[in-house]
């Protein structure tokens, strides 16, 4: 299993509210990215961060937001809360700087 | 932006048989093609990658090769295993600058024992 935690394990919210998922990066990765599941399919990217700063994003609105803290652990938040954001969401974390930077380390998801 | 087409969605094959799911991606600019392993209610965890500047790139019985030309890209099994069934990943991306990974929708293996 890799390094890489993520909380809570599940959630269950109404339409309309707000949620937050956190994610702990692996030890010595620098770069965090998330991704979103629904049953049945591939993972979809949301966005990445890399030093604090957003370095790519998916077609995903902009009710989906997100946070690295110095640490490099990261959130994500989504607003406003739709029926169709019902998924497994997922983060990876790798490391920029050394290599291969793409290979990505997955979380257990929420 | 770019689309990649996986197939089979499904394969189901006996065990010790070999088990073949193809990629095909649009961007010519995507260089780098990781496959992951996602077994049911787990993470996905990266089996094999292989990088533009290669045609080939084995690690025991899985393999996974690149034609950039017809820019599809097939990950190989041999001898499989009952544990090897699961779903799989194929995704595409260009390496450098803003990361957005393209993912496959997946192909399901079953291997009959």
């Known amino acids: 299993e890799t390094g890489v935690t993520q909380s809570p394990t599940h959630l269950i919210k109404t339409r309309g509210q707000q949620v937050t998922l956190r994610c702990s990066s692996q030890s010595g990765h620098n770069t965090v990215s998330w991704y979103q599941q629904a049953l049945g399919q591939g993972p979809q990217f949301i966005f990445q961060y890399y030093r604090e700063e957003e370095n790519g994003r998916g077609n995903f609105p902009p009710r989906f937001s997100g946070l690295q803290f110095p640490n490099y652990s990261s959130e994500l938040n989504v607003n406003a809360l739709e029926l169709d954001d019902s998924a497994l969401y997922l983060c990876?974390?790798?490391?920029?700087?050394?290599?291969?930077?793409?290979?990505?380390?997955f979380g257990p998801g929420t | 932006g770019e689309n990649v087409e996986q197939h089979p969605s499904t394969l189901s094959v006996q065990e010790g048989d070999s088990a073949v799911i193809k990629c095909t991606y649009s961007d010519s600019a995507s260089n780098y093609f990781p496959w992951y392993k996602q077994e049911l209610g787990k993470r996905p965890q990266l089996i094999i990658d292989i990088r533009s500047n290669v045609g080939e790139k084995k690690d025991q019985r899985i393999a996974v090769t690149l034609n950039k030309t017809a820019k599809h890209f097939s990950l190989h099994i041999t001898e499989t295993q009952p544990e090897d069934s699961a779903v799989y990943f194929c995704a595409a991306s260009i390496s450098g600058g803003s990361y957005i990974p393209t993912f496959g929708r997946g192909t399901s293996l079953i291997v009959h024992p």
């Open positions: 990876a974390s790798s490391l920029i700087g050394q290599g291969a930077w793409e290979t990505q380390y």
